[in-house]
């Protein structure tokens, strides 16, 4: 038991229902300029296990070989400042790699997030080398917070500031570094160990909730199919495998059709009565929720946007990004289906 | 070995809960162990010890452990001497393929528990801190002990990861006879467990009776499923039977009951939380089990597990939850009460030091440490009075960092005797709500507690959450005797409590002074005022803070020299209302 490395992960294809939580990251994999993704639920719901099934569902991405940033080919000639570690070479390599979906230790120290000089160079031989952290190991990925409301505030506000630009600035011992670092931020935790600071919350793009499934069918679905995974986890990752591509297919195809899908005015004009009927400020909200509906009308192979596909993304984009009011009884998820219903009525 | 004594039976559960936890520590997750400091205790260690195999590793972690320690990091002295980055393993990597033991795991701060629950489950330990990556896969059991001290209970996002859930801590010497497995069971079972076959109708009894006993979280059966296969193990069978199930649903499920399952008769739709969100409508109304399926093997696993909830479990179930009065006050002397009011020093982060945020020395020079050779180098033009100085930069300063600055916990105690209960109950309820929603942008908690009849409830435990404030107050019960000295006296305990771990914590007082419930739960009106003006000077010994506020419809003498004995501030609000009421608590929390 202890003397094999580590398990694969559990496959995303196998994860019964939680259709929400599936829909907002499919979103997130097809747009990943939607701005991140909020999970929030009780115990047990497969919160961590849905999030870290991404790394084996996403197709691969090119990348220059012994770019420790991770950059695409074409992004060589972005024009950064990246310390030694330039491959600004004539013909860079190129190989596919797996998208990185970097789990955010609990404990992490920031300089291991932001980067810092390299310490063995440093000790061994008095080289001064930049070393990437995980914020370069995310580019063009996924990085997830697991508790995100029990991680320091201060490396909280760190990845919000490199997820909403892009890139991360290190100044070190005379070095000066600035790489790219665009990420999908999925951040989860659980209500009942305190809730996220309203400021944080509506900066990410889409949020769910999820719960247990009360279905009895289902929850023995989920335990049988979790037992079977832990008896044997290669064994089951391969027997997903098929279905597990076919979402992958699934992705792809989403992802050259995007740029194609039209939204009509209409569409828009939906969009905000719908933010105006919920009182959100900002455009956030609004913008949030046409891009998330693309995204669907895209995963389905749609050629525009209806009124089915804002009503869906509708919860996901907006739910968060209403004030709060502590006295109403009702949950913001219901708040927005309310709202969903008087819009599209009129 | 008879069943002579209830503890006995306890004891007889605990020792194959070891022996099953033993046979597969990582697949079973746990033990969570409540139990005060007492040779039950300590014989179930050793007999833990006992069985585990002989080279799996047993390690402690005690409370307050640091991440360098827990997860790892630089061995900084090790580091200087060898020239290169050397890495100190963490306990968390040291536990692999044994088992991890959390001394007083109730005083574990959520985010310590969040590192051990996220290295349970993704099976790997990953280290990136100062300066170093490092993962390494580590599979291990937990051992947390709970020393049951009042309501203090471990993080639940630990306990639902751990199958079993073991109270010795009603066990005298007497109920604590020899245990029933060896080590060699074990070992034999180890060798058996890979090949333990689990029919799918036992899936359906364990997931059917975790369901009608309000268990909402699928790890239970999970855990149980597992559970059951070692107890397979361990009568040599490789089939998972009928009394595996059994044994697997009375030692992990019914521990966490939160419902008493209905009888067969009355179809039982599961009452569930009433908070579904809204976007699975299949899922608010869940229908009877299917008939057809219904064999009688999920009866009998939910009556073995009905049968084995714990005796004040099953008293428990009731809607609150009750603090008990005698319960013990450890960790209120010896403590800076001054430094409380800035938290608790916890670890330091890169920052420069400015008013009001101090230079952690020593954390500054070890930052700097490792980069002197660089440093000595880039100086070595200049001049040679430089060299040899320890070169400490900008980057290296580190400040302390305290725990959450800020962090009060403002515990209401609210009259809810008597004929005027219900209409000051319903202010403070709105009271409490318009302060949590004023308070959490700061991270603030609050708690309530109610004393009406001859007792005092903790009716919402410190909380930080919306969601379990509106359940708690909604259940809110009125009328009855006054036992004030009851109320002060667990608003005592559980202020102190929550000041031993570095919250600062504010009582308000809502009553009229009018106590005629004695100490003892006797009435008697004499006696009741002597019994509360006692329990009043302990909190002003204790120095905490306090707000009185008297409901009485004019200011009574009797409430305003029981104000004065609490060492309170004094309010008259006659009548009380929501806004007013938050108002004064904002301003004294700010005084």
């Known amino acids: ?346 | 070995m008879d069943t002579a004594s209830p503890g006995a039976a306890v004891w007889r559960q605990a020792c194959v809960a070891a022996a099953l936890f033993a046979i597969d520590p990582a697949g079973t997750g746990g033990v969570l162990l409540r139990a005060a400091p007492g040779p039950a205790r300590t014989r179930w260690r050793a007999l833990l010890a006992e069985l585990l195999p002989d080279d799996a590793p047993l390690r402690r972690v005690p409370a307050g452990v640091g991440d360098d320690r827990l997860i790892g990091g630089l061995d900084l002295p090790a580091t200087l001497r060898a020239g290169k980055p050397v890495v100190d393993r963490g306990l968390l990597a040291e536990a692999n393929g044994g088992v991890l033991v959390l001394a007083m795991a109730e005083r574990l701060s959520p985010s310590l528990a969040a590192r051990i629950t996220a290295t349970l489950d993704s099976g790997e330990i990953v280290v990136e801190r100062e300066g170093i990556a490092a993962r390494a896969p580590t599979s291990f059991g937990v051992v947390a002990e709970d020393e049951g001290i009042a309501e203090e209970a471990p993080p639940p996002g630990l306990s639902d990861r751990l199958a079993f859930h073991l109270d010795l801590s009603h066990l005298s010497i007497r109920d604590i006879p020899d245990p029933p497995v060896a080590h060699q069971d074990v070992l034999d079972a180890r060798a058996v467990l890979p090949a333990v076959e689990m029919p799918e109708r036992a899936l359906r009894a364990l997931c059917t009776t975790a369901l009608a006993m309000g268990i909402a979280s699928l790890r239970p059966p999970l855990l149980a499923a597992r559970v059951a296969r070692a107890a397979a193990a361990l009568e040599g069978r490789d089939c998972v039977e009928d009394n595996d199930l059994m044994a697997a649903a009375a030692l992990v499920l019914a521990p966490r009951a939160t419902q008493l399952p209905s009888s067969p008769e009355e179809d039982a739709p599961p009452p569930m939380e009433e908070e579904r969100p809204p976007d699975q409508p299949d899922a608010g109304e869940p229908n009877e089990e299917p008939d057809a399926e219904q064999g009688p093997l999920e009866d009998r696993v939910l009556e073995a597990a009905a049968a084995a909830i714990p005796k004040a479990l099953l008293e428990r179930l009731a809607p609150s939850r009750r603090l008990s009065r005698q319960a013990s006050t450890t960790g209120k002397s010896g403590l800076a009460k001054r430094s409380l009011r800035r938290g608790r020093p916890i670890g330091s982060r890169p920052g420069r030091p400015h008013a009001g945020v101090r230079l952690n020395v020593i954390d500054t020079l070890r930052a700097a440490a490792p980069w002197q050779r660089l440093r000595e180098q880039t100086a070595a033009a200049a001049e040679e009075s430089q060299r040899r100085r320890l070169r400490v930069l900008a980057d290296d300063f580190r400040v302390t960092r305290f725990k959450q600055q800020s962090e009060t916990v403002t515990i209401f105690v609210v009259d809810a005797s008597g004929s005027a209960a219900f209409h000051r109950l319903a202010e403070a309820k709105g009271a409490v709500e318009l302060l949590l929603a004023d308070c959490y942008v700061r991270r603030d908690q609050v708690a309530l507690i109610a004393f009406r009849g001859s007792e005092a409830e903790l009716l919402l435990p410190p909380t930080r959450s919306l969601l379990r404030a509106k359940r708690s107050l909604a259940g809110l019960p009125g009328g009855g005797g006054t036992p004030l000295s009851a109320g002060i006296e667990v608003a005592t305990t559980l202020a102190l409590n929550q000041q031993s771990r570095g919250v600062s914590p504010l009582l308000v007082f809502l009553t009229d002074g009018q106590a005629n419930i004695g100490r003892d739960g006797q009435p008697g009106r004499a006696q009741a005022r002597a019994d509360s003006e006692a329990a009043a000077e302990r909190l002003a010994r204790e120095e905490l803070s306090a707000l009185f506020v008297d409901t009485a419809p004019r200011p009574s003498e009797a409430a305003r020299s029981l104000a004065a004995r609490m060492d309170a501030l004094y309010l008259a609000l006659p009548r009380a209302d929501a806004q007013r009421l938050n108002a004064a608590v904002r301003n004294s929390r700010a005084a």
């Open chain 1, 1 to 346: 038991m202890s003397s094999r490395g580590v398990r694969p992960n559990y496959p995303f294809s196998a994860i019964v229902e939680q259709e929400e939580m599936k829909l907002a990251l499919l979103i997130a994999a097809v747009d990943p300029g939607i701005g991140g993704v909020l999970v929030f639920g009780e115990r047990g719901t497969g919160k961590s296990t849905t999030i870290r099934a991404l790394a084996a569902l996403l197709p691969d991405q090119k990348v220059v070989v012994g770019c420790p940033y991770g950059r695409a080919p074409e992004e060589l000639h972005e024009g950064w400042d990246l310390g030694e570690l330039d491959e600004g070479g004539a013909k860079p390599k190129v190989v596919k790699r797996r998208v990185p979906v970097v789990d955010l230790p609990l404990g992490v120290t920031e300089d291991r997030v932001v980067g810092a000089l390299d310490l063995e160079r440093a000790l061994a031989s008095g080289e001064k080398v930049f070393e990437p952290g995980l914020l370069a190991r995310a580019h063009r990925g996924f990085l997830y917070i697991d508790e995100v409301n029990l991680l320091e505030d201060h490396i909280v506000d760190l990845l919000l500031d490199v997820a909403a630009s892009g890139e991360n600035l290190v100044e070190r011992e005379g070095l000066s570094v600035r790489h790219p670092a665009r990420f999908v931020l999925v951040g989860s935790g659980n209500p009942e160990e305190g809730e996220l600071r309203p400021q944080l919350l509506d900066r990410f793009g889409l949020s769910v909730e999820v719960a247990t499934p009360q279905d009895i069918e289902a929850r023995i679905e989920v335990v049988r199919r979790r037992d079977a995974f832990e008896q044997d986890p290669e064994g089951f990752a391969a027997e997903w495998e098929k279905d597990t591509a076919k979402v992958r297919r699934r992705i792809v195809s989403a992802c050259n059709k995007l740029g194609t899908v039209a939204v009509s005015e209409d569409v828009y004009r939906r969009a905000a009565s719908l933010c105006i009927a919920l009182g959100t400020d900002g455009l956030r909200g609004e913008l949030t929720l046409v891009r998330a509906a693309r995204a669907l009308a895209a995963l389905e192979g749609k050629k525009e946007v209806t009124d089915q596909h804002l009503r869906r993304v509708a919860p996901l984009a907006l739910r968060h990004r209403l004030r709060r009011d502590p006295l109403d009884e009702a949950g913001s998820g219901v708040r927005v289906e309310r709202a969903i219903e008087e819009v599209f009525a009129a």
